[in-house]
């Protein structure tokens, strides 16, 4: 693929925990005229770390520059860049169903087995399923059960791990001695 060819790449940024951090890392991406597609902030595995990940559509070029840009702020650590295949990474969905249709609907209980998702909860108004995957899984049973009706819907962003050993511990070891 070259590197002028769009294609979805995420961002790990490892940073301090500043108020005004994530404004600052958002408006690289709005100056350059480029959608977030999910963004997760999260503990990293070093106490008081904080991991964000972030999944943009650009050009590997684009993302080179947005690296070196976020790796300008003073709190920033440091800043990886991958493409989907290089990581291993889950999404989670969140459905909110009428109760009555887990009984009155043979069908939504073997949507519920084929796609193996969990029931979270149950009461007597509504039940919510929670489904986690990729993003066209997701996708999947999102359509299956909109048949149905969906009482409320709500999707993270992309969480991920990358398949390579990342030497980012050591790293960030050494920064916090």
């Known amino acids: 693929m070259s590197s002028n060819t769009k294609q979805l790449y995420t961002v790990s940024i490892y ?3 500043n108020i005004g951090l994530l404004n600052r890392i958002s408006a690289i991406f709005q100056r350059r005229h480029i959608n977030i597609e999910s963004l997760n ?3 990293s595995e070093i106490e008081g770390v904080s991991k964000f ?3 943009v559509d650009v050009t590997e070029v684009d993302i080179q520059k947005i690296i070196g ?3 300008k702020q003073v709190e ?3 800043a990886y860049y991958h493409n989907l295949e290089d990581i291993i990474y889950q999404i989670s969905g969140l459905f ?3 109760s009555e249709l887990l009984f009155e609907e043979r069908q939504i209980q073997n949507i519920i087995k084929e796609s193996n998702a969990r029931i979270v909860t149950v009461n007597k108004d509504f039940f919510v399923l929670e489904k986690s995957g990729k993003k066209e899984e997701i996708m999947e049973l999102y359509n299956k059960l909109s048949v149905f009706g969906i009482m409320q819907y ?3 962003g992309l969480i991920a791990v990358t398949k390579e050993e990342m030497r980012i511990s050591t790293l960030l070891q050494n920064y916090n001695h």
């Open 41 to 43: 902030t999260s503990p």
């Open 76 to 78: 920033v650590i440091k």
């Open 69 to 71: 840009q976020i790796e």
């Open 96 to 98: 909110k169903i009428k």
């Open 154 to 156: 709500t999707r993270s």
């Open 53 to 55: 990940t972030v999944v």
């Open 15 to 17: 940073t301090e925990n």
